[in-house]
């Protein structure tokens, strides 16, 4: 079965940074592009980052463009969102997905593995 982990979430003062990690379980990491989301409350779940499974290629959200970085670790299973210069507007849950295929995808349709999410707070 596959399964995603995310891990990393917690609460943060504004300026701040924190790094979420996302272990992913069994074969599926493999050639996979991977993606983080983000839900806040009364908000539909937006696109952050993605990342091409050799990791050659990363796309942003233009929010978060310059303070958030993707990164993957293949042989670790594991994908990452480093983010810095954390803002309110960027408390959510945040979720990790696995790409239908090895490109990076910007959005939901492009994933069919998803994780439980962890929950991002930014104190102002």
């Known amino acids: 079965q596959v399964q995603l982990v995310e891990s990393g979430g917690g609460l943060v003062q504004a300026g701040g940074s924190l790094r979420l990690s996302c272990a992913v379980s069994?074969?599926?990491?493999?050639?996979?592009?991977m993606g983080w989301f983000r839900q806040a409350p009364g908000k539909e779940r937006e696109f952050v980052a993605a990342i091409s499974w050799s990791g050659g290629l990363t796309r942003y959200a233009d929010s978060v463009k310059g303070r958030f970085t993707i990164s993957r670790d293949n042989a670790k299973n594991t994908a990452y969102l480093q983010m810095n210069s954390l803002k309110s507007e960027d408390a959510a849950v945040y979720y990790c997905?696995?790409?239908?295929?090895?490109?990076?995808?910007?959005?939901?349709?492009?994933?069919?593995?998803w994780g439980q999410g962890t929950q991002v707070t930014v104190s102002s």
């Open positions: 069994g074969r599926t990491f493999s050639r996979r592009g």
């Open positions: 997905a696995a790409g239908r295929g090895s490109d990076y995808y910007t959005t939901n349709d492009g994933y069919d593995y």
